[in-house]
Every structure is written in structure tokens, then in C-alpha cells.
């Protein structure tokens, strides 16, 4: 719970707090480079943590994963300009790659479904109180202190977790030789550098269809089509291919790659729009963004009563649908909203996400023994990582290219934009997450019913 803690709070302290660091480090269209390195960073590390916690236990990965958060906090809490604190952001993102997947494998490995069911409620409670801390926090911190705490906040609350690991969690693990996935690694973290790269910078620095854009989108085809060609032939691939041929698990890592995409859309926006088009304070705006990650684990932490009832299919269909009922009501939002009227779409799509991510991941958790808990949990979390990635580079993308039509072609900085240029520009972003939304439904309706439990094996447990 201290471990998920860290990424459940930086998850929202930042986004209530980018005018703020814009306006101390400069560059308004710079700014989704923030959470696209955090957030790419943490795609590539999963596999690699998830893989080696499988071969080595979780708790050594846990434990690295952490520590290498706190210096990439530290580092973020002494920036000296913006191009610094995206470099420290990328190191922050790197560690988070291990918290969250590694935290949820060890829940997976010392509970049964049933179990988890009633676990679902005290980690959802994290990120209930993280929901209404997180923002709010950011929202001070920007308004009254220094934006710097909010990375500096992370150092006590990650010190407790690694002292809490060290003393408190024990684990036994079949020690063996293994074999490190070197090139399949490398090939990884290109393709998606260069991927994100293209669809960040499209229609900003360059057109869709300029030369430039045609060769970052063939060099990162390239490298991912050579990943998936190393992985075949691989003794022990970094993210196996064989997790793609299994249905509960395939279901999951598309449900949770589409959670991703709508998940960063809002809260990379919702803050803006609440601050520079309704012009309340950052403290409010964080409000309005609280709404979503408090509607998530409320659906959560009940989660687990509607799918041992009706199954897993039943679950994520019905939270999907909410999501999309959210997103509708989103498209509803204008320059003469009211914050409460921002407010209870996102409130209304995070109990969505909730019926949808948490059932995904334990049904595909349950599908496999412990030997491969960690890498299935790991490839689900990297589809979510991978979704947010996409969803800031395709929504930051969006957004700047309509900035940039608004301003005769030059993309804007923060405290030149008018409200009546900025609201159409974010205002596409929530027509885009009621397209996106469709996808989940579909996605969720592919779930099995029910998923049969693998046992563990007597040499690897967790306590």
C-alpha cells in the first residue's frame, strides 16, 4: 500500500501543477513531454522488472524499483529548467516501471480470487485518499509553496516503503541461471522512443506526411517488427510472446491499453481546461481531476462482489459502459460550465475504469501459476503504460496542432493563450475519449465468464 501509494499520488500532483512550472521553467508545448517520458519510461521497465522478478522474486526488484523513484524524485525537486526535469522525469519513470505491476503481483501470489476480491479494497483505498491528496497537494504546492514538493513529497513516503519491504516481506524462490534479454530489450525501448517521438512532434514540428514523420514511424515498424522477431527465438524472452495467444490475458492487455489512452487524455486536460478556460485555481482545477481517481477505486474496491457473482465478462462490460456514458457527458462541457458540471463526467468514467482494469488484471493473474504471475501482470501494466504514452502523445498532438492553426501557425505558449483559443483545442480531446471509449466496450465484451485458477507451485511463495 506505501509502494502504490508513490504512484498513486504522482499520478495527480503533477497535472494540477504544470501552469505553474511552466511559468518557472518556460515552454508550454514542452509540457506533455513531461508525463510522456514518466509514462514511457515506466512502459519500457515494466517488462524488464517483471521479467526478473519472475527469475530473481519480487521483492529485490521492489526494492531497486523504489530506490531508483526517490533519486529520480530528488532529482525532479532540484530541476533547473524544463529540459532537465523531462531528463528526471524519464529516471522518476524508470522506477515507477516496478511499483505498481510488482505490487500487484505480490497480492496475486498471497491471495486467491476470492481473496483479492476483499485485498481490491484496501489498495483501492490508496488511491481513494491519493485521489483527494494528490490534486490537492499539487494545487498548494503550485499556489502558495513551490512546485518542487511535489516531487520532494515522494522521499518520506518511499523511505517507509522500502523499510516496510525489507523488514516485513519474505519470499521463497527456486534459484536457477538465467539468461538476460539484452537485444530484445534495446529493440523495445527504441521502437517505443521513436514511436512516441513521431506522434508527439506530428503536426506540430512537422506535418503528418513530411519526410520526417514517414521515417520515425518506419524506423520505430522496424525496430518493434525485429522485437517481435527476437522474442520468437529468445530462451527467455523479456515480454514472451505467448502471453498474446491466451485469451483472458490478450483481453486484458487491450482493455487496459484503451484505460491508458483515456485515462492520460483527462488528466493531461481537465486541469487545463478548468484553469485557463473556466479560470478557477489550481487548487480547484485539482478538484475537478480528484473526481476520476476517486470514482476508480470506489468501483474497485466493489469490484470483486459483481465478478464472483456474474463473472469477469459481466463486470467489465458494465464498467466500460459507464465509461462511455462519462465520456458522453464530457462532450457536454463548455466555456460557461460550472466546475462541478467537470467534475462528474470524470467522476463518472473512473467508476467505469474501475469495473474494467482491476478485474482484467486478476482474471489474467488467475490464469497462470507463479512462475509467470509477474510478466503476465507486467504485460498488462505495460499495455496501460504503453495506452498512456499514446493517449498524451495523440492528445498533446491534437491539441497543439489546433493551438498552432489558432495562432497562424506557431504553436502557443501558456501565457499567451486566450480561453477562447484554448477551449476548442482541449474541447477535441473530449471527443476523442468518447470515440476511444467505444473500443473498451468492445474490448470487454471479448472477456471470458470465468477463468480457471492455476495453483502455485510449494518452491515460490510470498508472505
Not at 121 to 131: D, E, F, K, L, T
Amino acid at each position: 500500500m506505501l509502494s502504490v501509494g508513490l504512484v498513486a499520488i504522482d499520478s495527480t500532483i503533477l497535472a494540477t501543477a504544470v501552469p505553474a512550472v511552466v511559468d518557472d521553467l518556460g515552454g508550454f508545448t514542452q509540457f506533455p513531454w513531461l508525463f510522456s517520458v514518466y509514462l514511457l519510461g515506466q512502459a519500457v521497465s515494466v517488462p524488464l522488472y517483471s521479467k526478473l522478478a519472475d527469475q530473481h522474486g519480487r521483492k529485490p526488484m521492489m526494492l531497486i524499483g523504489v530506490g531508483v523513484f526517490l533519486l529520480g524524485s530528488l532529482l525532479c525537486g532540484l530541476a533547473w529548467d524544463m529540459p532537465s526535469l523531462i531528463v528526471f522525469r524519464a529516471v522518476q519513470g524508470l522506477g515507477a516501471g516496478a511499483v505498481l505491476p510488482l505490487s500487484m503481483t505480490i497480492v496475486g501470489d498471497s491471495y486467491t480470487v476470492e481473496e483479492r476480491a476483499k485485498v481490491q479494497g484496501y489498495i483501492a483505498s490508496v488511491w481513494a485518499v491519493a485521489a483527494v491528496v494528490g490534486p490537492t497537494l499539487g494545487g498548494v504546492f503550485a499556489d502558495y509553496v513551490s512546485w518542487r514538493w511535489i516531487f520532494l513529497v515522494n522521499l518520506p513516503i518511499g523511505a517507509a516503503a522500502m523499510w516496510m519491504l525489507q523488514r516485513r516481506f519474505t519470499e521463497t524462490v527456486t534459484r536457477a541461471r538465467h539468461r538476460f534479454d539484452v537485444l530484445g530489450s534495446v529493440l523495445l525501448t527504441v521502437g517505443g522512443l521513436v514511436l512516441l517521438l513521431a506522434l508527439l512532434e506530428g503536426g506540430v514540428q512537422w506535418s503528418w506526411t513530411s519526410p520526417t514523420s514517414v521515417a520515425l514511424f518506419a524506423v520505430a515498424l522496424v525496430a518493434l517488427t525485429a522485437f517481435v522477431l527476437v522474442e520468437r527465438r529468445a530462451a527467455e524472452p523479456v515480454l514472451p510472446l505467448w502471453v498474446f495467444g491466451r485469451r483472458v490475458i490478450l483481453v486484458a492487455i487491450l482493455a487496459q491499453l484503451v484505460v491508458g489512452v483515456l485515462l492520460m487524455g483527462l488528466t493531461s486536460y481537465v486541469p487545463l481546461y478548468a484553469q485557463g478556460v473556466l479560470g478557477h485555481g489550481a487548487v480547484l482545477a485539482g478538484a475537478a481531476l480528484a473526481a476520476l481517481t476517486l470514482g476508480w477505486p470506489l468501483a474497485a474496491s466493489n469490484a470483486g462482489r459483481l465478478y464472483l457473482r456474474f463473472g469477469f465478462r459481466v463486470t467489465m462490460v458494465v464498467g466500460s459502459v459507464v465509461a462511455l456514458a462519462g465520456s458522453a457527458l464530457l462532450l457536454t462541457i463548455g466555456p460557461d460550465s460550472s466546475l462541478l458540471h467537470v467534475a462528474v463526467p470524470c467522476f463518472v468514467m473512473g467508476l467505469g475504469f474501475g469495473f474494467v482494469a482491476a478485474p482484467s488484471v486478476i482474471a489474467a493473474q488467475s490464469a497462470v501459476s507463479w512462475e509467470s504471475r509477474a510478466v503476465t501482470t507486467g504485460s498488462t501494466m505495460f499495455a496501460r503504460s504503453v495506452g498512456s504514452a499514446l493517449g498524451v502523445a495523440f492528445f498533446g498532438a491534437m491539441v497543439n496542432a489546433r493551438l498552432a492553426s489558432g495562432a497562424g501557425g506557431h504553436a502557443a505558449d501558456l501565457e499567451h493563450l486566450d480561453p477562447s483559443v484554448l477551449a476548442p483545442a482541449v474541447e477535441v480531446t473530449f471527443a476523442g475519449t468518447a470515440v476511444i471509449a467505444v473500443a473498451l466496450v468492445l474490448v470487454s465484451a471479448f472477456m471470458p465468464r470465468r477463468v480457471e485458477e492455476q495453483q502455485d507451485s510449494l518452491t515460490s511463495v510470498a508472505s
